[in-house]
Every structure is written in structure tokens, then in C-alpha cells.
């Protein structure tokens, strides 16, 4: 009944095999330390390359969770 | 011969299992009620998460197609 | 010990089967003539629809790459 | 049970008395033909002035609604 | 006297001989059936290219127009 | 019947009440020394804090007004 | 006479009656656990639509403020 | 020798006939009051639409001038 | 029937007489050293400015081509 | 007591030495005809280059000063 | 050999003397309470200005850490 | 007397000293092989960090130069 207020942290998930499993691991990790994540927002995709080959996704979220009083 | 005009419609599909499903779900759908569709550009991808995890991953489109006259 | 120089050049993989596909394409023909590739990032994502269906992904990448004296 | 599909529909309210007005305008009226809108985003707020005076307030506002099969 | 309401719609005009044709093209189809079209705004101006010479012009058009009752 | 010309300045107008009053005072101070005003763009809207309570909301707003010859 | 830090936070305020209350929401929840508030800015102006009325407005504010040693 | 500083104004030129003509129409008009004008950009390309028809190309232009001491 | 690799290289085209013309001569000096253009987007639009009338106009193009194996 | 208006205008400044010599001969020229500077933000930061050498850094600023009734 | 995750604190640093200086000045201080950080970028360069001098730069970072398990 | 053409290349330079160091580390390296380089602009300014403390500042430019038939 009350207005909610929820606020947004910015994360970098990494992973060798691909952008969905980097996001995957981000929300996961974050959701350890943080309750009641509702959405996220890639804002960045980008990659570490290793004798030409891509080592790393690196996929930069916003994840917006709520503030319970 | 003579020039051709398109039209730009903005969608968001959405998937459980992931960025490139919801993209197809979203071509295929709007593929349902317009024809010679030509092109899409990915302009958002967000995603709603429950528990903790994502309950669904979604991708704003913009879909571009032909007119005829 | 010397300050290093990195040039970004800009390709656009594709790729019939995905997102990833298309972004690994990208950076391996890349590597047949740029050596020391180091980073890459997405700043498009786009496709080619026949049919009503997704003929290919474009994916719009810079890569980055050291420059050696 | 299956995934969902959303279009963005893109509407400019105007209002002479104020911003609000003129987004629960431009909703009210797009409910009136569409069903089941789920959100709005402002992008744009300007206005026409007459005589040193703000004549109307207009509002840019993407809709999403959901698209029923 | 009542608040007006206008839509925002997106077309790429083209045209093989210049940038304005491809604008008034656009214009003139979209007039066909969307009556009372107040402006239009270039969002992206792109260009295919055949054998080295500039094929068509595409010019990318947001439209409004006002929604009568 | 000939060709117009506009100039935009710009302006930030502040206020202790809202956004719209912010808007409204730069507007109105403007117009004091520049004639024809035919609108305005916000194009930020930011405040200033103090003791955890909004003190001064700032709306920064282009403003075009009609050059005479 | 030292030189300042501030941080910058992101929240997401959300009110049934209005924008301003939405900011002002976020502005007073974030005081309780943050001092020394310097300012905020609005980054994005977003609403929830149910039956064809704003359920509520959702204003993302980046909030500043001071650091002290 | 001395460092030297330039000044922007932003204008916005129109034209019956097309872009380049509201874009010398602006700068001519401009050079009417301000020497030395050095560059300008475009900013953004709009019209109004009257019947169907393109009554006005305006075309926002960013001015550089030199500022003699 | 294999993916296919574009490169996008960026130039500026200039010309005394008009935008389209400085297009066209970026597209035709790319093209006696690069095959196979596919296409070009514009992203700035600038000019030079003379006793106050516009001497060059400076279009900047991202030019797309294939990459042969 | 009542609420503060502010004009935003845009210079560029140059400098043979560097980005903060550019920032503050703008800021120092500009303060000689306008009272009441107040902030400055830098929006552009690019150079002039001759023989390979860096000629004149060009710093452009937006600066906010106070206008009194 | 796992995954790694990171995340982005925004911090304003500002100096009297330079923009360097308040980057230095916010990375060290950052760096009291945050171990890891892996990275910084500036996204905003602004100072504050009294009686016609620059009295502090002010730059906006966004700095990434590591964060262990 | 004929229209002039020039190439867009973007670099990254680094310094252990400063921002400034960077861009001209960066020019100089790149009048190398590139002749006739007429000015640079700056899109991005980062830093890597090691230990809490700058180890490089990481500049990006996009470097214009004429091109020569």
C-alpha cells in the first residue's frame, strides 16, 4: 500500500562459454548477498581475446532489487 | 525500379531459456501478421528475475519490413 | 616499461546459428591477419530476416589489438 | 506457461495544465483502443509557448502493451 | 480546447537519386493512409552501395501525426 | 513567405515547489527579454539536497525563439 | 581545505500520485541510511499501467553524496 | 600566438526547399551579427508537414565563431 | 553457404557544393582501394565557414565491405 | 528567498599546453563579460595536429552563471 | 578457473589542482574500503567556479573491483 | 581546388603519467606511419588499476588524416 523503493547495483559477470551464462553467474552471485533482486539491464557486452581466441564474455548488468524498510 | 519505403514496428519478446529464443519468438509472432519482414536491430535486453533467479529474459526489437503499395 | 598502443578496428560478424557464433567468427578471421588481439566489444546486434525467420545474426564488433614498434 | 510478446507503441500527450496530465492523457486514450498496456517510459517533455506563456506541455511516451495470440 | 493526442510512426524512405527524395518519398506514402501528419524527424541516414556507387539512399523517419477521436 | 530562423538558449530555472514551477520561471524570466518564444526541450532535471529534503529542484530547458530581421 | 568524495547511488522511486512524490520518496528513504545528501538527477521516467491507468510512476534518480573520512 | 577562444550559438535555419538551403539560410543569417564565423554541425533534421506535403525542412545547426578580444 | 565478415572504415567526405556530394566522393575515393562496399551510415555532418559563407561541407560516413577469404 | 534562473552558454577553448590550460582560459575570458560563473562541464575534448605533433588542444564547455533580476 | 565477478561503485572526485589530481584523489581514497579495484572510467568532467576562477574540478569515475567469494 | 577526403583511424594510448601523455604517446606513434594527421578527439578516458593506485592511464581517440590520391 505504501510506495516501494528499490535500488540498482552495477555488476560484471564473466564467463568462458557464452553472454547468457555470464549474466546467469552475475544475478547468482549477487542474489547470495542481496534479497529480492526483481530485473536486470545489460548495459555492456565485451569480451577478453587470448591468441585470438575469446577467453572471457564480460557482460555488464544493472540489477534493480527492492529496499524493504 | 521505383523506390521502396519500410516500416519500423518495436516489439519485445521474451524467452525463459534465453537472448537469441526470445529474439525468434519475436520475428516469428510478428512474422504472423506482417508480411516481408526484412531486417531487426536488438535495441534492449533486460530480464525479469524471481527467487533469485531469471524467469524470463527480454529483448526489445525493432523490426523493419516492407510496404507495398 | 614503455607506454603501450592499442588500434580498434570495427567488423561486423554473422553468423546463421547465434549471437556467440557470430561475435566468434568475427574475432577468429580477424586473428588470421591481426595479431595480439586483446579485447572486443558489442555495439550492435542486428539481423537478416527471409521468410519470416532469422537468416542471419550481425553482430557490429571494435576490436582492440596492440600495436608493436 | 508460453513466452510472451509486448509491441512499443510511441504517443505524445499534451496537456495545458501539467506533465502528469499529459501522460495519464496520452494513456487514458491509448486504452481506449488498446488492451492490456503494461508500462510507459517518457522520452521526451517539451512545450509550445505563446506570449511568454507554456500553451501546452507535450509529453513523448513509449507504450508497451501485450500482444494476445 | 481538450488536449490533443499524436502518434509517432517510423519509416525508411529510399530513393536512388538523394537524401530529400528518400524524406519526401516517405512522407508522401505515409500520407496515403494517416491522415494529418504535423512533422518528421531524420533518425539515421544510411546508403547501399553497388559496384562502388551509391545505390539507394535510406532515410529513417519518426512521423507524427495527430489521433482524432 | 521567406525562410525563418530560430535561436536556442539555454536556461536552468529552479524551484522550492516542483519541476513544472521550475519550468514555468524560466520561461517567464526569459521572456522578459527575449520576444516570440515558440518553445522549449528539458533536457536534464536534476536538484539540490539539504538535511535529506529536496531544497531546489533545476530543470535545464532549451529555449527557441524566432529571430526578426 | 582537502579535497571532497562523494559517491554517486542509483534508486528507483515509485508513487501513485505523481512524479514529484516518486523523487521525494527516494530522496527521504535514501536519508535515512546515507548522510550529507548533496543532490540527485533524474535519469529515467517510467510508469506501471493497470487497466489502462497509472498504477504507479517509477523516476530513476542518481543521488549524491558527501564521503566523509 | 595567444590561445584562442571560440563560441557556440545554436540556430535553427528553415527552408521550403531542402536541407542545405536551411542550413545557408541559417549561417547566412547568423554572419549578419556574428564575425568570424569558423564551422558549424548538424544536429538535427526535422519539418513540418502541412497536407501531406513537406511545408518546412528545419534544421538545428551548432555555430562556431571566433571571440576577438 | 560460410558466414561472411564485413569491415566498417570511417571517412569523411567533403565537398564546396553540397552533402550528398561529399557522400558520394567518400563512397567512390573508398572504393578505388576497397572491393565490394555493401553500404554506409552518416554520423556527423559538419562545415567549414568562410567570410561567412559555407565553404565545405564535411560529412563523416562508417563505410561496410566484405572481407574475402 | 525567491528562486534563481541560470544561462548555460557553450565556448571552446584552446590551449598549446594542455586540457586544463584550454578549460581555464575559457573559463578566465569568459569571466571578463559574464558575472556570476557558477560550474562548467566539458562536453568535447579534441586537438589540432600539425607534423605530427599536437598544435592546440580544443576543450569545449558548457558554463552556468547566475542572471540577476 | 572459475568464473570472476566484478562490480562498479560511482564516485566524484574533485582537486583543486587538476582532473588527474581528482581522479587520483577519488581511485585512493575508493581504495581504503574496497580491495581490488581492477579498473576506472571517467564519465564526466565538470568544476565549480567562483569569482571568475576554477575553485574545484569535479570527475565522475566509475570504478570496477573484484569481489571474492 | 579538388574536394578533399580523410580517413578516421581510432587508437588507444597509455601513460604511467597522465591523460595528456597518453594522447600525444598516441599521436606520435601514429604520425609514424600515418601522414598528414589533422586532428584528434578524445571518446574515452579509463584507467587500470593495481594495488589502489593508477598503473595506466587509457585514452581513446579517433584520429583524422587527409588522404592523398
Redesign the interface.
Known sequence: MS??????????????T??????????????RTVND??????T??????VD???A??QV?L???FH?HD
Open positions: 510506495d516501494n523503493i528499490y535500488k540498482i547495483t552495477e555488476v560484471v559477470g564473466t564467463s568462458e557464452g553472454i547468457e551464462d555470464a549474466i546467469r553467474g552475475a544475478i547468482e552471485r549477487t542474489a533482486i526483481g530485473w536486470f539491464e545489460v555492456d557486452t565485451r569480451g577478453h581475446v585470438g581466441k575469446i572471457h564474455f555488464t544493472r540489477i534493480g529496499v
